[in-house]
């Protein structure tokens, strides 16, 4: 089974600066998809990125972007020019290109990072 | 509607009653999820449709929690017999398609049992 792994509960960053929030997965598949979400206290999840683990290249969505070491199995977020706007909680996500049984693409989530921006 | 739409936002319930909770998809998406976001933790995977079939239900903790989707496009999470430990945030998703990886959710509904 996957297992996704956020290993920072709260993480802090100045406006205007730049923040990396880790996450590590566990999987023996060799293809699926990664995706980092934003859940503000609205509590609607809001996909920031996605990177598919055969491209090599590194995913960004403006200041947003990712380093993704498959080997490694780590796949960290930066965010550059923090905003009083990026606090929230990010979750980290695995999904499947595999189709078990009938399951197509559920995401299977870390803990979470709980972001916060100071002025 | 323009996006995922949950009801009711907020649900308080006296231990054994049931619930239903009520899921308005994206018009035209094939694929829903439901998933359980207990206080503090990442939401987990509950069930899965693709139209009106139910395709995953590995995820329901119980056989107190049921879910349906008859005409392919609503869904409704039911919890018989509520108990304290179903006290989370119960978040809906869809997508276009079983090939599509964007999921978009809706705002959840969080259930409180007392």
């Known amino acids: 089974a996957q297992t996704v792994t956020q290993s920072q509960p709260e993480m802090s960053v100045q406006e205007a600066e730049t923040v990396t929030l880790s996450c590590t997965y566990d999987t023996s598949e060799s293809d699926y998809y990664l995706f980092w979400y934003k859940q503000p206290p609205s509590r609607q999840m809001i996909l920031v990125i996605r990177q598919e683990a055969y491209k090599q290249q590194n995913a960004t969505e403006n200041r947003f972007s990712v380093n993704f070491q498959k080997a490694a199995k780590s796949f960290s977020l930066k965010i550059s020019d923090s905003q009083l706007g990026d606090a929230a909680m990010y979750f980290c996500a695995y999904r499947s290109k595999v189709n078990y049984g009938g399951s197509q693409g559920n995401l299977i989530f870390g803990k979470g990072t709980k972001l916060s921006v100071k002025p | 509607g323009a996006g995922v739409s949950q009801s009711p936002r907020y649900k308080v319930a006296k231990r054994g009653q049931d619930v239903a909770l009520r899921c308005d998809p994206i018009?035209?998406?094939?694929?829903l999820f439901w998933y359980q976001q207990a206080l503090g933790q990442g939401p987990e995977f509950l069930t899965y449709?693709?139209?009106?079939?139910?395709?995953?239900k590995s995820g329901l903790p119980s056989d107190r929690f049921f879910a349906e989707r008859p005409e392919g496009s609503v869904s409704t999470l039911k919890i018989q017999r509520t108990q304290q430990e179903d006290s989370a945030v119960y978040l809906c998703a869809s997508s276009r398609g079983p090939q599509n990886t964007e999921a978009f959710f809706g705002q959840g509904t969080r259930l409180t049992v007392v």
């Open positions: 449709f693709q139209n009106e079939a139910q395709l995953d």
């Open positions: 018009s035209g998406h094939v694929s």
